[in-house]
């Protein structure tokens, strides 16, 4: 269950671990590029800190499913996911994509969650060629 394990992760991020659960769960977001976005995602965490970690993870825990409200939302929306994200798969984004009135989804290949730090040039790409078509360009 995931609120065990968040709750787990945030019980060892407290006791001093926070590194430990960065790279036992966290890392594994991510498919692409391992080495080098390793340190950068620990980077991350520690400078947010163990406190904040527990926030964010309470926050997940707690929220409730805008799903619902989706369609009610007419603004133009790019949905963007990773291949290969685990966390949030492509079934899910595609559905968020087709609840929403004007939106168009893109699927970013070789990634996993973390799109933007494993496929920061694709993603770029993606966006300004979303918003020069939005702008008309």
């Known amino acids: 269950d995931q609120i065990i394990q968040r709750r787990e992760w945030s019980a060892q991020a407290l006791n001093g ?7 036992t769960h966290l890392l594994q977001l991510m498919t692409s590029a391992r080495g080098p976005l ?9 400078s947010v800190g163990a406190a904040a970690f527990v926030r964010q ?21 790019l949905v963007v996911c990773g291949d290969r994200d685990v966390y949030c798969p492509v079934e899910l984004h595609r559905d968020f994509a087709g609840r929403l009135a004007d939106s168009e989804m893109r699927i970013v290949g070789s990634c996993g969650h973390l799109s933007s730090l494993e496929q920061p040039h694709a993603v770029t790409e993606l966006l300004l060629e979303w918003m020069q078509r939005r702008a008309g360009w």
């Not at 390793?38 to 520690?46: C, G, R």
Request: proline share 8%; no cysteine.
């Open 17 to 23: 671990h926070l590194t430990d659960v960065v790279r």
């Open 38 to 46: 390793d340190q950068i995602v620990l980077d991350m965490a520690h």
């Open 57 to 77: 993870n309470e926050a997940l825990i707690s929220r409730e499913d805008m799903r619902p409200i989706l369609p009610l939302l007419n603004i133009p929306t």
